[in-house]
Nanobody, 127 residues
Framework: QVQLVESGGGLVQAGDSLRLSCAASGRSVDDYAMGWFRQAPEKEREFVAV????????SYADSVKGRFTISRDNAKNTGYLQMNSLRSEDTAVYYCASKLRGVNWLSLRQGVTYEYWGQGTQVTVSS
């Protein structure tokens, strides 16, 4: 069993930066892909970014490409989402999720693929 805890959310102004963290416990996640999703009020959850188990592959939603960077530190059992040039439309609850490696890479853009989820952290960007 894997527990995921996000942190680093908050209230910022448009153009600011935030770094979200996703700390895993219960077992090592160095053989798990890690993804970030977000859900804005009255909207469906959407994919943000994913990183492979060893950090060798990453993928981003078009809406965040060039502004957000996903990374991980397996020694710390932690994943990160660096968010730069934040916009009001980035306002949402951000969730991290993990999935044991071995699945189709493209399927990791779908929330249903993931086994474990954190509780979420709120990011609010004021314009």
């Amino acid at each position: 069993q894997v527990q995921l805890v996000e942190s680093g959310g908050g209230l910022v102004q448009a153009g600011d930066s935030l770094r979200l963290s996703c700390a895993a416990s219960g077992r090592s996640v160095d053989d798990y892909a890690m993804g970030w999703f977000r859900q804005a009020p009255e909207k469906e959850r959407e994919f943000v970014a994913v990183i492979s188990w060893n950090g060798g592959m990453t993928s981003y939603a078009d809406s965040v490409k060039g502004r957000f960077t996903i990374s991980r530190d397996n020694a710390k059992n932690t994943g990160y989402l660096q968010m730069n040039s934040l916009r009001s439309e980035d306002t949402a609850v951000y969730y991290c999720a993990s999935k044991l490696r071995g699945v189709n890479w493209l399927s990791l853009r779908q929330g249903v693929t993931y086994e474990y989820w954190g509780q979420g952290t709120q990011v609010t960007v004021s314009s």
